[in-house]
């Protein structure tokens, strides 16, 4: 059974980093079958998909356009984990983060598993 | 990017009866190698992540009930709940897979009447 387990500060002040990170177990952040992505939550923005990396012989990385130019995910694979950074982070980057699953579009499911989400407030 | 739009916002159904959610994209999602609808319709309550219900537009998850059951092709889907339960109270929502970036609906709250 695959799970999900977020972690990471609540708080973050304007222009700086917001660093996440998403601990997998039952799976392996180096499968070739599967992507791993973070998406977020707000009630302004609603749920958005902000980028993913995935493993296929070599690793890759696709981010939404909104979020490309201050935006990073890394696979750990020592540590069988992704993170996020964003960059910059303005109020309008407060929201509900969220890591996800994907299965390979051949199987469906869009994001099937889902961590438990953090809530992150960009505040001085 | 491909837009969902979610029609309604939400609705009130009374205990029992059906409950209709709408969803529709900008685009196609059928996809013509395997002529399939790369759409996913998720169920989400408070202080939770968004749940799969469907996939493949019309695939029930495993241990979903089989009052939910989703139908449509192309860019005009519905997400039914042919007797509405009060565990049903939550916001659904409609996610497209066919291309990125992979974009939701805005959801739609289903409360009881």
């Known amino acids: 059974q695959v799970q999900l387990q977020q972690s990471g500060p609540g708080l973050v002040k304007p222009s700086q980093t917001l660093s996440l990170t998403c601990v997998i177990s039952?799976?392996?952040?180096?499968?070739?079958?599967?992507?791993w992505n973070w998406i977020r939550q707000s009630p302004s923005r609603g749920l958005e998909w902000l980028g993913r990396?995935?493993?296929?012989?070599?690793?890759?990385?696709e981010y939404a356009a909104i979020v490309q130019s201050r935006i990073a995910i890394n696979a750990d694979t020592s540590k069988n984990q992704l993170s996020l950074q964003l960059n910059s982070v303005t109020p309008e980057d407060t929201a509900v983060y969220y890591c996800?699953?994907?299965?390979?579009?051949?199987?469906?499911?869009?994001?099937?598993?889902w961590g438990q989400g953090t809530m992150v407030t960009v505040s001085s | 990017d491909i837009v969902m739009t979610q029609s309604p916002d939400s609705l009130a159904v009374a205990l029992g009866e059906r409950a209709t959610i709408n969803c529709k994209s900008s685009?196609?999602?059928?996809?013509?190698?395997?002529?399939?609808?790369?759409l996913t319709w998720y169920q989400q309550k408070p202080g939770q992540p968004p749940k799969v219900l469907i996939y493949?537009?019309?695939t029930r998850e495993s241990g979903v009930p089989d009052r939910f059951s989703g139908s449509g092709s192309g860019t005009d889907f519905t997400l039914t709940i042919s007797s509405l339960q009060a565990e049903d109270v939550a916001v659904y929502y409609c996610?497209?897979?066919?291309?990125?970036?992979?974009?939701f609906g805005q959801g739609t709250k289903v409360e009881i009447k």
């Open positions: 996800a699953r994907a299965p390979g579009k051949g199987e469906g499911y869009g994001f099937q598993i």
């Open positions: 039952g799976d392996s952040v180096s499968s070739n079958s599967v992507t």
């Open positions: 990396t995935y493993y296929r012989s070599k690793w890759k990385n």
């Open positions: 685009q196609s999602v059928l996809h013509s190698s395997n002529n399939k609808n790369y």
């Open positions: 493949w537009a019309s």
């Open positions: 996610l497209q897979y066919y291309s990125l970036p992979w974009t």
